[in-house]
């Protein structure tokens, strides 16, 4: 694989996969440009080198050509942000000619590749009551005619960039196996490299102790990164609506709080496991309760492990989240993800901002702190701390799967 800072891109025409998947009103405006400004760095190092560019990306999930899905809609802010005008292929399969003709410098965008159903490789338009036999025929079709659309971007360009992390979990067509066309000539864009620096940084080989902070709503969507972290970490605080699966699972009384009775022994392998390896578990000993699921209910503090009938753990009490800020003042590495309380109630987000702010005081006494996940990324930007902790990843499914240990298809591409 190439490096992207030293790569030569004189001459070069470089085809980038990039995530402009970004949210649009109903007028077509972008309503947040955050993935299109994270990726210009990358973009601008090619025009800059003397390459000339052609952009690809999804948006959305079209299940063929959808007016709503169009990239055009966002050619004007790419346009700004790189400040030069760029070209718009209207259908990703018919741009050979406009590739060809690319001068050092200009940059082409081509449609939504998910026009087409070959970018996922996944059959479309399948009646419901399709056979079995049926369905296996249609994937094979689609996974045949797939092999001929990579090719055909691939046929646009010199060399390959993939910086579209938000997909690198995917084995699409652009973001895995176009790699393959460029065994020399392929590379990371610098948000992928950054979010995969950042998770190396954390678990590769971390300044210790080394904290992971899990959170969210429920145990059997965070299993898998549990039980990777469970090899890795010091301290793993568990939070948030996970917490009282592992209570009840221990005998306590959890009053009407969430709770996946299947994953009670689940629950309880963790704690083994932990105690095993010499992880040390945190879970929120107090907590406050609601007598019911609104901002404005009747709140007790209470154990998480004695909570009244009638009253569900909403937030960790105050004693915990000082348990949880010595845990994180006295760690080299924390990684959050998930909160720690309802956050989205203003009056349960009390236990989630303590966090956000705990890290941000890391930080500043030099710890690494990464935070990933869709949820935790919200709670630190809401209280304006996105940077001010060390890293925050935009990669939301990607970053779980790299949570869990699991090989990602699109840095496995450009690695092998
Ligand atoms: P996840 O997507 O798994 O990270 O879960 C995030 C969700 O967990 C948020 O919507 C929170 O409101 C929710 N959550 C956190 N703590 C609790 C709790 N104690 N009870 C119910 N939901 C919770």
Known sequence: MQNISSYDFTGKKAIVRVDFNVPLNENFEITDDTRIRAAIPTLKKVLEKGGSLIIMSHLGRPKGVTEKYSLKHIIYRIEELLGTKIQFADDCMKASQTAAALKPGEVLLLENLRFYAEEEGKPRGLAEDATDEEKKAAKSAVKESQKAFVKTLASYADCYINDAFGTAHRAHGSTALIAQYFPNDKMFGYVMEGEIKAIDKALGDPARPLTAIIGGAKVSSKIGIIEHLLGLVDN?????????????????KIGS???EDDQMDVALNIMAKAKEKGVKILLTDDVVAADSFSNDAKTIICPSNDIPDGFEGMDAAPSSVEEIKAVIMASKTILWNGPIGVFEMPNFA????AIAETLK???????????????SVAAVTQMGYADKVSYVSTGGGAMLEYLEGKVLPGIAAIRE
Request: proline share 0%.
């Open 350 to 353: 009390v236990g989630t901002n």
């Open 361 to 375: 005081k890391a930080t500043e006494q030099s710890a690494f702190t990464l935070v990933g996940g869709g949820d």
């Open 236 to 252: 793993l605080v568990i939070g948030g609506g996970m917490v009282y699966t592992f209570m009840k699972a221990q005998g306590g």
């Open 257 to 259: 709080s969430l709770c």
